[in-house]
């Protein structure tokens, strides 16, 4: 069984210093859920305050209708699988996965086979007699994930668990977890700070700095409309460039490097009017254009090849620089020292008030408000 996670007005606070304050956010029942963001912001703080491994200087957690402040952590009935693993090295791989159903008491035969039920799961009962030491990372987090899930907990909570393995194995396990998470249909709270990673997996993720919430919304949502520059920076690759919004004949134009003015049909009314203003332009939305043609004018620093797609690196003739992200051609690659016209592809960039702190364009969704706004 599966809960629904309710925070209100969440603090935390370590001596005078205030780490999380007045946080409040849903987790919705079996939904796959990440905190999101830079070491240090927060993400690893507020779940180790669900876990009850950390104390709550204010607000309210409840798994479901159940107040859970001051409940002990091993009555939570929450599973929990740590960046380094933490299982036991001197039991055997199917000892390990018992654990928890023991100190449980459970009767013999359903520990048996509630294990060999999560051991096959996670298509590791071929290692069940084999000990920690003989298995690569990738198989021990998997021991450790199907330790975490043959107690049947309400919640899975996750730290950083793929941080240790290497770029293939991380790949590969992110899979494994999310197809394992639907399986279940368990509530899991994951704490990453890998953007590729939690886009890859999340249902909805919740981008934290500093001990706030930026935003809230889908993988989707947060690259296409980030409600700030921060969220727009740590979601995926973006070119930050300078500008300003010019109001012609009634309608916002976006005057980017060199005096190259486009218009731009989705500013919010509230917004229209003469200012500074930096956009947001993903490598994607960068598109060369053949010679003769106006546009963006740039340099070729740097190309490189990556098979589907070519990396351009560029800078503009007033000196900022960006990159892009073209479809790979049979017969050339822009060599580099070329100038070329770039076109910006205007129904997917973003703007935001010269300070970065909010997005002028419409459509940004953010589940967030509904909590600062109450």
């Known amino acids: 069984m599966s809960v629904n996670i309710k925070i209100r007005d969440a603090v935390k606070k370590y001596g005078d210093n205030t780490i999380i ?44 209708d159940t107040r859970i402040n001051d409940m002990d952590p091993a009555k939570r009935n929450i599973g929990m699988v740590f960046q380094n693993y933490a ?46 030491e003989r298995l690569s990372g990738g198989q021990q987090q998997r021991v450790a994930l199907a330790r975490a899930l043959a107690i049947t907990p ?22 494994v977890i999310k197809e394992i998470q639907n399986s279940v249909g368990i509530t899991c709270v994951y704490v990453t700070h890998d953007q590729e990673e939690a886009m890859a997996i999340a249902d909805r993720i919740a981008v934290m700095n500093g001990g706030e919430i930026q935003q809230i919304g889908t993988p989707k949502i947060l690259y296409q409309r980030p409600t700030n520059l921060f969220v727009a920076t740590f979601i995926g690759r973006t070119n930050v460039i300078e500008g300003s919004l010019e109001m012609k004949d009634g309608e916002p134009y976006l005057v980017l490097p060199g005096d190259y003015k486009v218009k731009l049909e989705k500013v919010r009314e509230d917004e229209k009017h003469d200012q500074k203003v930096v ?15 106006d546009g ?21 003739l007033t000196g900022e620089k960006a990159e892009i992200i073209q479809e790979s051609q049979i017969d050339s690659i822009i060599e580099k020292g070329t ?3 770039l076109r910006v592809k205007t129904e997917k960039i973003n703007v935001f008030i010269e300070d970065g702190s909010k997005n002028i364009i419409e459509g940004v969704v953010n589940d967030y408000d509904v909590y600062k706004k109450a």
């Open 154 to 175: 309400d919640v899975l909570l996750m730290d950083e668990p793929l941080s240790n393995l290497d770029a293939k194995l991380r790949v590969e396990m992110r899979t």
């Open 296 to 316: 963006l004018k740039a340099i070729v620093d740097d190309a490189v090849f990556l098979g589907l797609n070519t990396h351009y690196f560029v800078h503009f």
């Open 87 to 132: 299982i036991f090295p001197n039991m055997t791989v199917e000892k390990n996965v018992a654990f928890g159903l023991k100190n449980r008491k459970l009767p013999k035969e359903e520990i048996k086979a509630k294990t060999d039920q999560f051991l096959k799961l996670m298509k590791i009962e071929e290692y069940g007699d084999r000990m920690p």
């Open 339 to 341: 100038e070329v016209n």
């Open 21 to 64: 304050s007045d946080l409040s956010l849903d987790v919705k029942e079996g939904e796959f859920f990440i905190l999101l963001g830079p070491s240090g912001c927060g993400k690893t703080t507020l779940l180790r305050m669900i876990a009850g491994f950390n104390s709550i200087e204010g607000g309210d957690f409840y798994f479901g």
């Open 279 to 293: 956009a947001s332009i993903r490598p994607e939305e960068l598109v060369v254009e053949p010679e003769g043609k």
